[in-house]
């Protein structure tokens, strides 16, 4: 199983809706195809503030990941976020979220990041397994916040 990295640009729309609604649905959060569409457009445009990749083949993907960027202060330069990554069920468990997360992090770090975040239900023991093989850890003392605007 190939967990290549591709960057998906406006033509893999068709082939990423499918996959982003069915971790919309895993996941219970509340969007529409008409919001998936516009959050995805500007990434896959090539906006500054994120990007979408394929995970695997790019003409059948496996899943995807979008990574978003930002600025802080305190780790000295460029941040980033997974904001999301899902990979099809039939195929997790055979290490494509290691391997797909440790190419990601090597890309964002050769190219001057220097921080990466993400977001984990801390119910979710096998995501938590995953993102600690990975390296990532709780941030003690901070708790991700919202306030919808």
């Not at 516009?38 to 979008?66: C, E, F, K, N």
């Not at 801390?122 to 708790?143: D, M």
Request: hydrophobic share 45%; with cysteine.
């Amino acid at each position: 199983m190939s967990a290549a990295l591709h960057l998906a640009k406006p033509d893999d729309l068709e082939r990423l809706m499918p996959l982003v609604a069915a971790f919309h649905a895993e996941e219970a959060l509340q969007s529409t195809e008409d919001s998936r569409h516009a959050a995805l457009t500007p990434l896959l445009d090539g906006s500054p503030h994120g990007a979408v990749y394929l995970i695997g083949p790019q003409r059948a993907p496996i899943g995807y990941l979008v990574v978003t960027f930002d600025w802080s202060v305190e780790f000295g330069g460029l941040d980033g976020f997974i904001d999301e990554i899902f990979i099809r069920s039939g195929v997790r468990g055979r290490g494509v979220g290691s391997e797909v997360i440790t190419s990601l992090v090597a890309m964002l770090k050769s190219v001057g990041m220097k921080a990466l975040h993400l977001e984990v239900d801390p119910e979710n023991a096998r995501a938590l397994r995953l993102y600690g093989r990975c390296h990532f850890k709780p941030r003690s003392g901070y708790q991700m916040m919202l306030r919808l605007l």
